[in-house]
């Protein structure tokens, strides 16, 4: 069994701060979000989809150094803030991997971003050679690409992977591979309603994500 975990809102709290940056940056644009509005539109998304989507609303294209002073912007609040990791999660994978399941993460993010989120809060080596980014494929998230990659790169068929994910751009690209998707809706931005009604199963504590998984 493989369990593949998203990184952003699963592994790291960092949707709050990242939407925050995303926000103030769109504002810059002329596109008026509240951070909530940024969460609710953009979360779970590629950073291309996110663009391809502003740019649609917008009319035009973003200027050619939108994402790169976005990320700066970004990686330093995670530094300042600092990132926490999502509670309980770091016990969890010991208990899943304890159990003889293989993880993974695969994420909407860069390997960049990944590198800082996952460093500030001492998740990367114990997932290092085993992160997945959606610039390694196609299309990211909801298309079913990265988690079959995946999939692949870990030497596992995809009916034999749950893939645990905190937005429905995520729970939909899982069901699209054909896995099995858990829904963590326990953050408190989460919109529970939404989440639980795109999959099947879910939690709101990290606590109860092994005993799931082994069900
Ligand atoms: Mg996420």
Redesign the pocket.
């Known amino acids: 069994m493989l369990v593949i975990f ?5 592994l790291v709290d960092s ?1 709050p701060l990242a939407n925050t940056c995303f926000a103030r940056a769109l504002t810059r644009e002329g596109l008026d979000w509240s951070v909530e509005e940024t969460m609710r539109r953009l ?2 998304r590629s950073m291309k989809s996110c663009v391809e989507i502003v740019e649609g609303l917008l009319g035009r294209k973003l200027p050619d150094d939108f994402l790169d002073r976005l990320q700066v912007e970004t990686l330093q609040a995670f530094r300042d803030a600092p990132l926490k990791a999502v509670p309980g999660v770091a016990a969890a994978i010991d208990a899943i991997e304890a159990m003889g399941a293989k993880t993974c993460v695969a ?2 993010g860069g390997l960049d971003k990944m590198r800082v989120t996952l460093g500030i809060t001492g998740l990367w080596s114990r997932f290092e050679g085993r992160i997945f980014s959606s610039s390694e494929v196609p299309r990211g998230k909801p298309f079913p690409d990265l988690f079959l990659h995946a999939a692949l790169s870990m030497n596992e068929q995809p009916f034999a992977c749950t893939v645990i ?3 429905l751009p ?1 729970l939909q690209a899982a069901r699209a591979a054909g896995m099995r998707p858990l829904a963590y809706v326990g953050a408190p931005y989460a919109d529970r309603d939404a989440l639980a009604g795109a999959s099947r199963e879910w939690f709101d504590d990290m606590k109860k994500l092994p005993a799931l998984v082994a069900r």
């Open positions: 998203d990184c952003d809102g699963v949707e979360m779970g994420s909407s994910e905190d937005s995520g």
